[in-house]
């Protein structure tokens, strides 16, 4: 099993709709999770963190975790042409100062 | 505040040679992070320095992977010899601590062995 598995996509969501984005992880992941989005040829950019179980707000992005389940999830809301990107979903890998990423969600926003 | 600078941003180079990729951090960030990507995998970690040690190397492939920072600011990848499945994305980051939380990334080097 992946530390952290992410559904490759693409996922394909008309403007103006709510984009939902799901990682589930491994054990060996600690309860600290990143959204990052990326844009094709630039930088990881960090877009949302969560620490505690439940739904953590920010303009038009929620991201929730369930630890209980082992699942973090990023729901766009509104979502525009400008979030077309690809969802980086990120985990700490407990007693380390790194990062385990999932694969990745390519998402496109349909004007 | 200039970003993680990281360069070439892309280099094409044959099997078997040898070729250096370059990070400067964020101006006063002593955590400087390598991460890759290769076709069709996650990004995946390779090595961590605070200042100019290493932290943490565990995620570096083989032998042919060498990693320094001396004096503590940029850092250089050196892959020698490249192998085609040294082709990838390669990330530098930086944070001011010693945390996942504060990841700055570069916008990548992107590698092609042929």
């Known amino acids: 099993q992946k530390e952290v598995e992410q559904n490759s996509g693409p996922l394909s969501v008309p403007e103006g709709a709510i984009a939902s984005l799901n990682c589930t992880y491994s054990?060996?992941?600690?309860?600290?999770f990143f959204w990052y989005r990326q844009y094709s040829g630039k930088s990881p950019e960090l877009i949302m963190s969560?620490?505690?179980?439940g739904d953590k707000e920010d303009g038009r992005f929620t991201a929730q975790l369930n630890k209980a389940s082992q699942y973090v999830s990023l729901l766009i809301r509104d979502s525009q042409p400008s979030d077309s990107a690809t969802y980086l979903c990120?985990?700490?890998?407990?007693?380390?100062?790194?990062?385990?990423f999932g694969q990745g969600t390519r998402l496109t926003i349909n004007p | 505040e200039a970003g993680v600078t990281q360069f070439p941003s892309h280099s094409v180079i044959e099997k078997g040679q040898t070729v250096t990729l370059r990070c400067d951090p964020i101006?006063?960030?002593?955590?400087l992070y390598w991460y890759r990507r290769v076709m069709g995998k996650e990004i995946k970690f390779l090595l961590h320095?605070?200042?100019?040690?290493?932290?943490?190397e565990s995620g570096m492939p083989n032998n042919r992977f060498l990693a320094e920072r001396t004096g503590g600011t940029y850092s250089t990848l050196k892959v020698q010899p490249a192998e085609l499945e040294d082709s990838g994305v390669y990330f530098c980051?930086?944070?001011?601590?010693?945390?996942?939380?504060?990841?700055?990334f570069g916008s990548g080097t992107r590698l092609t062995v042929v």
């Open positions: 101006s006063g960030h002593d955590n």
């Open positions: 054990d060996r992941v600690s309860q600290s």
């Open positions: 969560i620490y505690s179980n």
């Open positions: 320095f605070v200042k100019e040690s290493k932290q943490d």
């Open positions: 980051a930086s944070s001011q601590v010693s945390t996942v939380y504060g990841y700055t």
């Open positions: 990120a985990g700490g890998r407990q007693g380390a100062q790194k990062l385990v």
